[in-house]
């Protein structure tokens, strides 16, 4: 799915939003495992990540060829600061409406309006693939970004007292939000 948009930041610096291609792949490499390692609110560590350079290039033209799931960047200055997405829930009938969002922004980026748009971007990309309910999980001490899902529309309809398990503080509550798209 292609998807460009430029956006104006808090700080008046230009960001380009689109969608991340076989080319980006070792910028978004570097954007995941970075981000990854400056937060615990995230799924995974970087020492995690299973993906080489190749893969991740297959996976980024997976994702380009796709009419229903989306890999977006957010560059600043030709950089690569923050990645989102949306992937299908599956491809069962049951579940073929519901998407899954997931999003990482450089910890130096918070705060001017990036994750915002990225999520945007992604609600204007589900709506786009025909999904009628767009998902998403977050750590529940992340009141910044709980409260950023909520402006953008998702609501909260449950939560996990043991969703991760965090290598340095324990358990994690996840919040379980959605985002009706019809």
Not at 11 to 29: E, F, H, M, W, Y
Not at 68 to 92: D, F, M, P
Not at 114 to 137: P, R
Request: glycine share 8%; charged share 30%; hydrophobic share 35%.
């Amino acid at each position: 799915m292609k998807y460009e948009k430029t956006i104006t930041l808090k700080n008046k610096d230009t960001c380009l939003i689109r969608s991340a291609g076989p080319s980006d792949a070792q910028a978004v490499l570097d954007n995941f495992n970075l981000t990854h390692a400056e937060t615990d609110y995230l799924l995974s560590y970087p020492d995690e990540n299973s993906f080489d350079l190749e893969q991740e290039r297959q996976f980024l033209q997976k994702k380009e060829d796709s009419a229903n799931e989306v890999e977006l960047c957010a560059l600043v200055g030709g950089r690569a600061v923050g990645t989102a997405g949306i992937e299908a829930l599956g491809s069962k009938d049951k579940v073929r409406h519901r998407a899954e969002f997931g999003i990482s922004v450089e910890k130096k980026y918070w705060g001017l309006g990036i994750g915002y748009a990225l999520t945007e971007a992604c609600i204007e990309c589900a709506k786009k693939a025909g999904y009628l309910q767009l998902e998403l999980n977050a750590a529940a001490e992340n009141k910044a970004a709980i409260a950023l899902y909520e402006k953008a529309g998702f609501v909260e309809y449950g939560r996990n007292p043991r969703g991760f398990r965090s290598r340095s503080s324990g358990w994690q509550e996840l919040v379980l939000m959605r985002l009706e798209l019809d």
